[in-house]
Antibody, heavy 116, light 110 residues
Framework: EVQLVESGGGLVQPGGSLRLSCAAS????????WSWVRQAPGKGLEWVSV???????YYEDSVKGRFTISRDSSKNTLFLQMNSLRDEDTAVYYC??????????WGQGTLVTVSS | QTVVTQEPSFSVSPGGTVTLTCGLS?????????PSWYQQTPGQPPRTLIY???IRSSGVPDRFSGSILGSKAALTITGAQTDDESVYYC??????????FGGGTKLTVL
């Protein structure tokens, strides 16, 4: 069964850090492209970052230098390290598989709240 | 900065046909942007409907179709059902490993 399960969300103060995880089953993380997509409360979807199977990584401009996407093949898990968090980073964060330029499998999301 | 544009809201009668569009603040959308479309209901992750312009994702009813209309990508729902009441998002591949989502269209079926 194909499943993506995000974890690691929570409440963090502005300027703080958080590490999100996305455990994959039914897929081999290292053989696929993976993205993080976020959705602020009541707002639309926003692509955040992608990691290619070759290891290339790309980021949306507002998170460049603050967020780092990575993966652990031994755990078949995707990560998003988020540093210097801002109020505007508050959102549900989804991991999703990229295939053929689309996002074809999504997790249920994990909520990140940045607030003092 | 490139903005992907969608109608904020649309309304269609049950059984009717509606076309939602996905454009660019500057320039035209072509197949080179690999437009894809997603349906999202409250509290749920998005569900893929259409990818690479016009390919229906597995299990998606054939009343959903994708195309390029003029300078925009388009999602057409033919024979709308009440279950189709959702928010629809398009996303474009901008090259250099980046994607941009549109702001979403809230579709009302009544």
């Amino acid at each position: 069964e194909v499943q993506l399960v995000e974890s690691g969300g929570g409440l963090v103060q502005p300027g703080g850090s958080l590490r999100l995880s996305c455990a994959a089953s039914g897929f081999t993380v290292s053989n696929n492209y993976w993205s993080w997509v976020r959705q602020a409360p009541g707002k639309g979807l926003e692509w955040v970052s992608v990691i290619y199977s070759a290891g290339n990584t790309y980021y949306e401009d507002s998170v460049k230098g603050r967020f780092t996407i990575s993966r652990d093949s031994s755990k078949n898990t995707l990560f998003l390290q988020m540093n210097s968090l801002r109020d505007e980073d508050t959102a549900v964060y989804y991991c999703a598989r990229n295939w053929n330029y689309q996002f074809d499998n999504w997790g249920q999301g994990t909520l990140v709240t940045v607030s003092s | 900065q490139t903005v992907v544009t969608q109608e904020p809201s649309f309304s269609v009668s049950p059984g009717g046909t509606v076309t939602l569009t996905c454009g660019l603040s500057s320039g035209s959308v072509s197949t080179n942007y690999y437009p894809s479309w997603y349906q999202q209901t409250p509290g749920q992750p998005p569900r893929t409907l259409i990818y690479t312009t016009n390919i229906r994702s597995s299990g998606v009813p054939d009343r959903f179709s994708g195309s390029i209309l003029g300078s925009k990508a388009a999602l057409t729902i033919t024979g709308a059902q009440t279950d189709d009441e959702s928010v629809y998002y398009c996303v474009l591949y901008m090259g250099s490993g980046t994607w941009v989502f549109g702001g979403g269209t809230k579709l009302t079926v009544l």
